[in-house]
């Protein structure tokens, strides 16, 4: 059975950092692309970043996070992260790690062709 678990949700000020994982168990995600979503209540899980190892390592950002955050993955340990730095309020949402059975090429922002879900896990950004 394929798990995704997040860790590394807190509770930070506006303009810190936090770092989440995402570990896989049941089978490898080497070959395929993985992610980071986010949803608050109310509202649709949006895009946030994502990785594949196609085309010698492909990243994609949301434009609401690039250049404050950075998806990069331990293909050794079968882990994902995601370094978010210059937290801000906006960013205040429950956390999802996702794979994909494809290759992501290209990467895809729509979590509706995303296969795999881990439970998320919650990031508060107070002013």
């Known amino acids: 059975q394929v798990q995704l678990v997040e860790s590394g949700g807190g509770s930070v000020q506006a303009g810190g950092s936090l770092r989440l994982s995402c570990a896989a168990s049941g089978r490898t995600f080497t070959s395929n692309p993985m992610g980071w979503f986010r949803q608050v209540p109310g509202k649709e899980r949006e895009f946030v970043a994502a990785h594949t190892p196609w085309n010698a390592g492909r990243t994609a950002y949301a434009d609401s996070v690039q250049g404050r955050f950075t998806i990069f993955r331990s293909n050794a340990n079968n882990l994902l992260y995601l370094q978010m730095n210059n937290l801000q309020v906006e960013d205040t949402a429950l956390y999802y790690c996702?794979?994909?059975?494809?290759?992501?090429?290209?990467?895809?922002?729509?979590?509706?062709?995303?296969?795999?879900w881990g439970q998320g896990t919650q990031v508060t950004v107070s002013s």
């Open positions: 996702a794979a994909e059975n494809g290759r992501g090429i290209p990467l895809r922002p729509n979590p509706r062709v995303w296969d795999y």
